[in-house]
């Protein structure tokens, strides 16, 4: 069965450093997504990603962040400055071919470590 | 803004017995409900849902309910074995709108007691 699949599986970084995270979503999935879990909290929605562009954010997803789909596989997610506050598991996820295809596929998460 | 309410945070039940978490959600729009389990350190797992046009749907030992105009919904694990000693997510989202986030609630650790 297709997966998304994520690297790395743990990025610990300094702060004020730049971080890409990568994810490679289901191969003919269209819609994609960020989410992250602070340690012991609940998953959070961040960005989703439509067409090239982003859908909606919310409001954790500030000026520090950026997604990008650099070739037909990749799906990354950049932290151009991190804060200690930044540390936590970082969720991607794909849906399929259209709208109201609803089931949300979860990678298994990068955890990152801001010190 | 959108946000699910779930109760409780917290949850230990004897094994056999059953066990059931019970969310809110706000936004009137939502209409697909999907109910993760979430083990430590690993991703969330879809382990059921429910669609708004049904009150209730059952697969094996979980349930789901859904009252639409009360906008509540519950999970029954009736049977409770120590594998099903998790976190567990409810969580609301509009499935006809394009590229629809989820909306997680905060969590129940559920506890089996053998």
């Known amino acids: 069965e297709p997966e998304v699949t994520q690297t790395p599986s743990h990025q610990v970084t300094q702060m004020g450093q730049e971080v890409i995270l990568r994810c490679v979503p289901i191969?003919?999935?269209?819609?994609f997504y960020w989410y992250r879990q602070i340690l012991g909290q609940k998953v959070e929605f961040l960005v989703s990603f439509y067409n090239n562009e982003i859908s909606e954010k919310s409001e954790i997803f500030d000026d520090q962040f950026s997604v990008e789909r650099p070739d037909g596989s990749n799906f990354t997610l950049k932290i151009r400055s991190t804060k200690l506050e930044d540390s936590a598991m970082y969720f991607c996820a794909s849906t399929g071919t259209s709208g109201s295809s609803s089931e949300q596929y979860f990678g298994p998460g990068t955890r990152l470590t801001v010190t | 803004g959108e946000n699910v309410e779930q109760h409780p945070s917290t949850l230990s039940v004897q094994e056999g017995d059953s066990a059931v978490i019970k969310c809110t959600y706000s936004d009137s729009a939502s209409n697909y409900f999907p109910w993760y389990k979430q083990e430590l350190g690993k991703r969330p797992q879809l382990i059921i849902d429910?669609?708004?046009?049904?009150g209730e749907k059952k697969d094996q030992r979980i349930a789901v309910t859904l009252n639409k105009t009360a906008k509540h919904f519950s999970l029954h694990i009736t049977e409770t074995q120590p594998e099903d000693s998790a976190v567990y997510f409810c969580a609301a989202s509009n499935r006809y709108s394009s590229a629809s986030k989820i909306i997680f609630g905060s969590g129940t650790r559920l506890s089996i007691r053998p």
């Open positions: 191969s003919n999935h269209l819609y």
């Open positions: 429910i669609r708004s046009n049904v």
